[in-house]
Structures are given as structure tokens and as C-alpha cells.
């Protein structure tokens, strides 16, 4: 065919020019590209709402934003930008809830998700299979509408993010952590089947019988081989009620201990069905918010006494849940206090919410309703999250918690809660800590905003601070949702994996086009 370079303009009147598309060569009996083409915004409104995320800390440009209504367009806009003699690289946007501009695309393009069919009822993207127990979903479905979904028939998904407003595709393109995983493992490791469009515009169903090298490759696989339009997950019987409990302790050594026994009874039926934990620095019990989603005021001027009363630098404490229904309510009491005797946390210090299976999953969701409102939402987010092994967990605790942040500012919540490693397997591409000893590995996650001037540099450089010690130390942590600046720093990310991270890429993604903000892989100049 004949390429001829178009003027879009022409095609669409209403939406400003777009200057590599403009140059875009397309075949001149190509209807099927021009459509593609026509689904391109390339107006200010458009590229400035694609050029930020969640982080607030960079930003990027895109040349234009894509609206595709199917899978097929994605594979079209693919194809269309591997035929050119400079590919344009294409980066899925789910929510833009990355930190560090990992869903961002600087001069190429932003796929929008939503327009997948989000929210529309119309457009069923959400089945499922109440006998096989599965649901099948699009990669760009929220978690919140799948929850929703899947209750109407009695089922939920097995294993949850501590957010809900977050979609399949991005939790799935890192890991998807969050209390239950001790139990089920991470929303990864509960993936029948997928639905993924590659970097070479092709449309592949792969599962770990079929075309599983791709399959394991885009779990975790930071969205690096291909574009998930579809996910089979896992699915169990939803319970309808949740007691939520906390309970505090003034010591690490026995915080661990407590959340590391919990989670050896994952088997048993007879502990907990979540379980996550928090650090609360002294200055946050001091001068940090005067309740939370959980605690009242009172509560926490009880913690704070116990700080000052113990000489402690933190309080930790351990969250639970403990899922019930009508025909398990009379025990269920029982059943949690048997559980807390097992238990070394501060005397008396136990808080117990009674609270429906809905609320407690979108607890983060009300938070969000309060921080948006007091103006602090839309603020710098310089995440950071690590993998920790266990068996240098009390080393981290002592050097960040004791040494680097003992006198950091309260601006946002510290997690830190340990899970199974035999739960993630090894075929898939996130990483996780490869001390070989250690069956255990905590996820600490500094969660803090920027909210007053300066502070995102503040901020920066305590996690530098805790980046450099942790390589000092020689901890051997992990980022999750990582953010390197280094080709070398993503080398030593992957560990063992790269060689087989850089193979998958090179028959999946020979163009390096997809998501350039994750800055592994870098599309020849
Ligand atoms: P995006 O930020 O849009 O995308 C993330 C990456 O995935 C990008 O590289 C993007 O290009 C790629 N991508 C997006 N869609 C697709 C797709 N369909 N196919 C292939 N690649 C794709 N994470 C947890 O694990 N546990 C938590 O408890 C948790 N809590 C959170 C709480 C809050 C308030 C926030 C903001 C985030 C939280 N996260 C948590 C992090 C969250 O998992 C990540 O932000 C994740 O990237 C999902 O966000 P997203 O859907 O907006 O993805």
C-alpha cells in the first residue's frame, strides 16, 4: 500500500491538532486505522488531565489520549504505531493512580481505559460463573464495581487492595496486596485466564496451560508486555459481616511475633481472615489527626499514654477482621476472644468494630470522601513501598521507624504487615525479596502526602534516607509499585528474573513501546 501522510484535523474538526498523528503514516485503503485515529483527543483538556497521576510529582505530556471502545481498537492502535518507521509508544491508563508516572506516556499516547465500558451498564464487561466460581472481568473495571457485582450473586473475590477506586489492569500489572493475601496470596496468584494485547498489536487468551510464558509475564509484569483486557479471578462464597478489630502494642519484637503467628494459621479456619498492621510514630499520636475512619479522639489519647507510659518511639498495632454470617454470629465472639488470649498485645488495648462486609472493604473509600474534602487529596504522594525479609525486619524497624523517622512529621499512615512467599509464584514478574532462607517477607508501605510547602522534599529525601540504608545495611528489600531511576537499579530490581524479564520484552514488546513511564525499557531512538 501506498502510505500517505493525513491531516486529522480533517477527520475530526472538533479536537485540536495532533502533530504526530498528523504524521502518521497510514495506508491508503486503511478505513480501520483512520477509525482508530478518529478515537484520539488531542485538545489541551485531554493531554493535561493524562499528564499527571495519584503522585503528583511528575509530569508528562502525551501527544493525545485514545478512547478505544473494544480490545480490538487497542491491537489497532498498536499495530498503527509499530507500522511506522518511529513507533509511538502507548502507555494503559486504569485510574493514573501510580505515584511516579508509571501510567504516563510523554509525546505518545495515553490510553484511557474507562472508555472500555466502565460504569456503563450497557456495556457488560463484568460476567461470571456462580458454579465454576469465577468471575470474568475488563482490565478496565474498578474493584469497587466488581465488589458490587459479584455480592448480587452471594460471591466476592477472594483477595482485596486496601482501595477499592483502583482498576484490574493496574493492581494486576504490580501485585494487588492487601490483608487476605497471608491467605489467598495477592491478586495475582488469583488469576485463572487472561485476555492480554501485546506490544506487536496481537490478541492473545493465555493461562498457565496456554501461551504461559505471556500469562506469568503480565502478572506483576508492570504493564510491560501487553495491555490486559481481561481477567478470570478467582471468586468465594462473600461473608456478609466483619468483626474489625485492632490491638496495640508498645513493642515490635511482640508486634511480630503476634502478626507472624496469625498468619501461620492461615489453614486452620481459626484466626483471622485479614490481617494488616500500622506504625504510629510518636509525633503522629501527638500532633497527627484527632480520629480516624477507626479511632476516636479518646482512643487515640489512650495510645498516645501508652507511648508515653512505655518509653516507646511508636505504637504498633495489628488489624484484624473476622468475617461472619447470620448462621456463625453467635459464636463469632467467642471465636475472636479465644483468638486474642493466643495474643501478647498491650492489656486492654483492643478495639472492635461490628461493621458490614461492604464498609469494611471500602473503608479507604470514606477516607478519601473526608481527605477530598479538606482539600488534601489532590496533593504530592511520594510513596514508597518495600518488601522487607523477615529476618531483617527488626534491623528495618530499629534503623527507619527508631533512627530515621523517629522524629518525622505526621503526614500519613505507615503499614507493615508480613506475608507468605510460597504464596507468589515465581514464574510470575513481580519481584519479591530473594533472601532464600526467609519463607516470610513483611510489605512496609510509608504512605505519607505533601501537604504544606517543602515537605515533598522533606519527604524525598527521608525515603532516600531509607533507600540508602536499607542498601547499606545490606536488608534486601524490595520496592513494590517500584520506581527506579536506573537501568541498573531495575537490573538489580528483577535479580534473577531480568534475563527472562528482558526476553519476554523482546518477543512481547519488541518495540518497547508500552507503558515508557515505568522507565525499564526505552524504544530505540
Ligand atoms: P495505573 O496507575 O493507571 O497503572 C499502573 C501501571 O499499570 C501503569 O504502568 C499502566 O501503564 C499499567 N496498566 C494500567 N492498566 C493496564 C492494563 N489494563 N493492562 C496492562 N497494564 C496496565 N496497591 C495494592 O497492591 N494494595 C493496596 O492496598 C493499595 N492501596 C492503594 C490505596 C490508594 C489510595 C492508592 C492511590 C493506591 C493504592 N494501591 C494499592 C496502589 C495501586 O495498586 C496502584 O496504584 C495500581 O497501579 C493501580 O492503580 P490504577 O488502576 O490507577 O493503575
Redesign the pocket.
Known sequence: CLATFLMITSFIPTINHFDIIATVALPDDDIFALDIVSKIYTDHDSTAKASS??GHIVEAIPHGVFHPTSPADIAALIRLSISQSKPFTV????????ARG??LASGGIVID?RSMGRGDDNICRVNMSTDELWVDVG??QLWIDILHATLKHGLAPRIW???LR??V???L??????GQVFRHGPQISNVHELDVVTGMGEMITCSPDKHSDLFFAALGG??QF???TRARIALEPAPKRVLWVRIAYSDVESFTSDQELLISKRSSGSGFDYIEGQVQLNRTLTEGRRSSSFFSASELDLLAELALRTGSTAIYYIEGAMYYNDDTASSVNQRLERLLEELSFAPGFTFVRDVSYVDFLDR?GREEQKLRSAGVWDVPHPWLNLFVPRSRILDFDAGVFKGILRDAKPVGLILMYPMNKDMWDDRMTAATPDDGEDDVFYAVGLLRSAVAAGELERLERENAAVLEFCDREGIGCKQY?PHHASPDGWRRHFGEKWSRVAALKRKYDPWAIL?P??GIFFPAS
Open positions: 497521576d495519584f502507555a494503559p491508563c486504569g485510574q493514573g493512580h501510580s508509571q501510567a481505559m482490565g478496565e487492595t486496601d482501595y483502583i482498576t489492569g493496574g493492581t500489572s504490580n501485585g494487588g496486596i492487601g508492570l504493564g501487553g495491555v490486559i479507604v509499585l507503558s513511564g515505568q
